[in-house]
Nanobody
Framework: QVQLVESGGGLVQAGGSLRLSCVAGGSFFSINVMAWYRQRPGKQRELVAA???????SYQDSVKGRFTISRDNAKNTVYLQMNSLKPEDTGVYYC???????????????WGQGTQVTVSS
């Protein structure tokens, strides 16, 4: 059974930094795209950043230049370095992974449980 587990959220003042981590556990063949989504208060879940297995990056315009997504394939882990945080970055951040299971099944999308990020003004 595949699980994605996030860590690293918390409370930070505006202008501060946080680093989120998400590790994929369980038995699977490979991880394709890994991404971070967020759900801000009163808004729908939105894509923040994504990274393919080959290292191609994409970012939401509002976080370009402030957030950096990276991954360690050997550790099945994706990171989100968040700098120059703003109050409007407050929300629950979710890890997402497109994972191919053994025997070539998939890929299937998996979600982490979410981690709260709160940025105070």
């Amino acid at each position: 059974q595949v699980q994605l587990v996030e860590s690293g959220g918390g409370l930070v003042q505006a202008g501060g930094s946080l680093r989120l981590s998400c590790v994929a556990g369980g038995s699977f063949f490979s991880i394709n795209v890994m991404a971070w989504y967020r759900q801000r208060p009163g808004k729908q879940r939105e894509l923040v950043a994504a990274i393919t297995s080959g290292g191609t990056l994409s970012y939401q315009d509002s976080v370009k230049g402030r957030f950096t997504i990276s991954r360690d394939n050997a550790k099945n882990t994706v990171y989100l370095q968040m700098n120059s945080l703003k109050p409007e970055d407050t929300g629950v951040y979710y890890c997402n992974g497109a994972i191919t299971l053994n025997q070539g099944r998939g890929p299937f999308l998996y979600w982490g449980q979410g981690t709260q990020v709160t940025v105070s003004s």
